[in-house]
């Protein structure tokens, strides 16, 4: 497919019919998969249908099967919930439904069905498409008015693609299933609330979330907010949990806590199976403590609100693959459900990825629940250990005589403290003695050091910014005073976290280990800057974040056009000479246009866009948004671009400028940076601590080898250690960028769901994989 040219594609859907539905529970991102699988089928000339209160709209037909255009699913990408309806239909789970259902669809020549929902959800496509050729025979015997003679080949066969929409991630073989991310971010505002008036009252808050079968919203949220407490269906505590929880909140209190935090998830249950409740919880806290405890039940707020960046980009990256896959389909082509991993849409056999999902279940109710977690999935596993290992203090089993040294340098990150919490956790737990540096580089080289505890970093997982203070201040220049500081603190290793300064800086500090043998200790960077543009990793933290906060502020422009006819909005993005924050957030705000370094632009590009944007306003739609990187253009600035906008477009549309500057750096961290900061900082503690006893030998650390200095990377799925070395080749200094981005895949995706002509080879089609127990992953994370 990727070799296919852009006529090539359109043709393929010609003559051919494809409808899209949206089914079970609402996730948020549903619009946004809608939109993308709308798009993307009148991209590629077929005719698409929406199909309106899931099945009951298509055994119901009517009214509720209509012809989209172009312009049907405008403006719907930052709606949450899903504006074609969804339902429950008993009707479809019979026969006479079914039959109904066919009979609806082969009346307006529709054989390709595109089906948003959960595992149910899925499971009733695959039963309509197996039923698919009996149902139109069996109409046919009825006598009713349909003409098999003048059916073109195809009516013969039914392809489907699902997508899953579940904001509880419980789907095999996909690393996110949309509305996960996004219900994460209700629940974590409302922590985060809770928190200050918990704090402010000296109070315990028992939150019951959602999951009645699967624990991922509850250890996830656990996980970024550092919760004191955490039951999951999964995981049943042991018996005599009640002691032990009331003992480790007792034990919080006396070291100075004035809060507690209990998550369960509403599926939560003991090791007999009896449920556990909010209520009981609190019952139980207020009777053996006296402390005033409160209960507050997430319920369906977890639903609601617009979906997040990562969701939006996640629906429109699995609704174009959907539509794909449906072109691409063949009689002999099984069902498949459009999954994620890594970084990159994958097709994934539908059947298994269902049967593998209810391995967990039966697994849970066979009380294996060791085996429940392993199915759940390496990251799921993963984060059940990490929480287990930062939640509570555990006595140091033997003090070693090793110092770990722990700064951040470059700008401020959202995800920083919370790598640093876990770091200094533990580093601790190892024995090891922890220093933070304040204030980077400049800190490391005035002495500028503190030694940390267990209780110095608590609650720092939800505080945005750099607790420790940073600053871009290289070591080149302070080489005597570092090394000075290294060897009156006895410093064994160094942990830097930060963006392009960061591997810049432990680069320098390499390279100058031939003069400072005092610099032969482990170092690590743990990348973090909002432009994601370290070297070695496919995410920073801090992008996230920063896209959400970019997006929100598209969000509210857009809306701010409402009420204006026919606006067009330049809107100036952050990111250096990266095009990742004005590339994502243009995918997840439908921007009409993203201008990046990456891919240059001349004034014709600017002109086939005032074509467009004049275009796209005779269709009555009111606004238009361009998003344009900070140094995409040395003479193309914004004020220039603003500036031909609002010439060329005179009489027909005016033109705004918006600077976002630096709101992109600030505010809480989103969960994933949360979540991603804490596994990084466990990581890279673990490494450390390996390369520490490596190269202990004489009563010292000596490490001079290129791999104990090294940037911790999340490449598609798989962590790595990268020797910064070895990275120099790998790098753009002069334009402090990767020489290679992987997110310019997506670059095609803005461009068709925005109508732009582009050419089809840019886009890379979807893999197949096969779903096996240890490829199941949860988390966009690892």
């Known amino acids: 497919m990727c070799s296919m040219d852009l006529e090539k594609l359109k043709m393929t859907g010609a003559g051919r019919a494809m409808a899209v539905l949206t089914s079970g529970g609402d996730a948020q991102g549903m619009n946004a998969a809608v939109r993308a699988v709308t798009r993307m089928g009148i991209y590629v000339g077929a005719k698409v249908y929406l199909i309106h209160e899931g099945y009951q709209g298509m055994v119901d037909g009517g009214d509720n099967i209509k012809l989209a255009n172009w312009q049907s699913v405008t403006n719907i990408i930052q709606l949450g919930g899903t504006v074609i309806g969804s339902a429950r239909c008993k009707a479809f789970t019979t026969r006479e439904g079914r039959i109904a259902a066919a009979f609806n669809l082969v009346k307006k020549g529709i054989t390709n069905l595109c089906v948003c929902g959960g595992d149910g959800s899925l499971t009733g496509a695959n039963i309509f498409r197996n039923e698919w050729s009996s149902l139109l025979d069996e109409l046919l015997k009825k006598g009713n008015s349909l003409q098999p003679d003048k059916w073109p080949p195809q009516h013969a066969n039914l392809n489907i693609v699902g997508l ?39 109070r315990t808050f028992v939150l019951e979330v959602m999951g009645r079968h699967c624990g991922y919203l509850a250890l996830v949220s656990a996980l970024a907010s550092g919760a004191d407490w955490l039951l999951i269906p999964e995981a049943p505590p042991q018996e005599g949990w009640e002691d032990r929880m009331c003992h480790r909140l007792e034990g919080s209190r006396t070291k100075g806590s004035r809060l507690n935090i209990i998550i369960l998830a509403e599926g939560a249950i003991d090791t007999n199976g009896k449920p556990i409740t909010s209520t009981y919880v609190k019952d139980l806290v207020g009777k053996r403590l006296g402390y005033d405890t409160r209960v507050t039940v997430l319920g369906h707020v977890q639903r609601g609100g617009t979906p997040s960046a990562f969701d939006r980009i996640l629906s429109c990256k699995l609704g174009v693959e959907a539509v794909i896959a449906l072109m691409e389909a063949s009689p002999d082509t099984p069902p498949c459900a459009i999954g994620l991993s890594g970084n990159h849409a994958v097709r994934l056999p539908l059947m298994e990825c269902v049967e ?20 759940r999935g390496g990251s799921f596993e993963n984060n059940w250990k990490i929480y287990k290992l930062l939640a509570f203090q555990k006595p140091v089993q033997s003090e070693t005589s090793f110092s770990l040294a722990i700064l951040n340098v470059g700008a401020p990150a959202a995800g920083m403290n919370a790598a640093v919490r876990s770091a200094v956790r533990l580093a601790l737990a190892h024995g090891q003695k922890v220093f933070a540096v304040h204030d980077g580089f400049q800190g490391l080289a005035n002495g500028n050091l503190v030694e940390m505890k267990w209780h110095s970093v608590a609650g720092w997982t939800g505080q945005g910014g750099s607790l420790l203070g940073t600053k871009r201040t290289l070591p080149e220049k ?23 300064e960061g591997y810049v800086g432990v680069l320098q500090l390499f390279e ?271």
């Not at 996909?174 to 200050?196: C, K, N, P, V």
Request: with cysteine.
């Open 164 to 202: 899953v929409g579940s904001i509880d991630n419980d789907f095999c073989g996909t690393d996110m299933t949309i509305g996960a991310d996004s219900a994460l971010h209700r629940i974590m505002e409302i922590i985060d609330a809770i928190m200050t008036t918990a704090q402010s009252h000296q």
């Open 356 to 375: 593998m999902t209810k391995l967990v279940q039966t697994a849970m109710n066979e009380k294996r629940f060791d085996e429940a977690i392993k199915l």
């Open 478 to 500: 302070h080489m005597a005073e570092i090394v000075e500081t290294i060897t009156k603190f006895n410093i064994s290793a160094l942990l830097v976290i930060g963006g392009f």
């Open 512 to 782: 100058a280990r031939s003069r400072f043998d005092e610099l032969c200790i482990p170092m690590c960077v743990i990348p973090a800057t909002v432009s994601n543009n370290v070297p070695g990793t496919d995410f920073s933290l801090g992008a996230d974040t920063a896209v959400n906060a970019a997006m929100e502020s598209c969000d509210k422009i857009k809306q701010s056009a409402s009420g204006t006819k026919r606006r067009v909005f330049v809107v100036e993005t952050m990111g250096g000479f990266c095009g990742y924050l004005a590339t994502c957030t243009g995918i997840a705000v439908g921007a009409d246009a993203a201008y990046i370094y990456e891919e240059p632009i001349n004034i014709h590009d600017l002109k086939t866009n005032v074509d467009h944007l004049t275009e796209k306003m005779k269709q009555d739609i009111q606004r238009g948004l361009v998003l344009r990187n900070e140094k995409c253009h040395e003479n193309y600035t914004t004020d220039f671009i603003h500036r031909l906008y609002s010439s060329e477009g005179k009489g027909i549309f005016d033109c705004r400028v918006n600077v976002l500057g630096h709101l992109q750096q600030g505010g809480a961290p989103s969960p994933f940076d949360r979540n991603f900061g804490t596994k990084l900082g466990v990581k890279a503690i673990q490494w450390i601590s390996e390369r520490l006893n490596e190269n202990f030998r004489q009563g010292r650390v000596f490490a001079n080898s290129p791999d104990t200095a090294c940037v911790l990377g999340l490449n598609r799925k798989v962590i790595s250690f990268s020797p910064v070395t070895e990275l120099k080749d790998r790098t753009d200094f002069e334009h402090r960028v990767p020489l290679v981005h992987w997110w310019m895949n997506l670059r095609p995706l803005l461009k068709m769901l925005a109508k732009y002509q582009t050419s089809f080879c840019e886009y890379v089609p979807g893999e197949i994989e096969h779903v096996t127990r240890r490829s199941i992953s949860i988390d966009h994370g690892f």
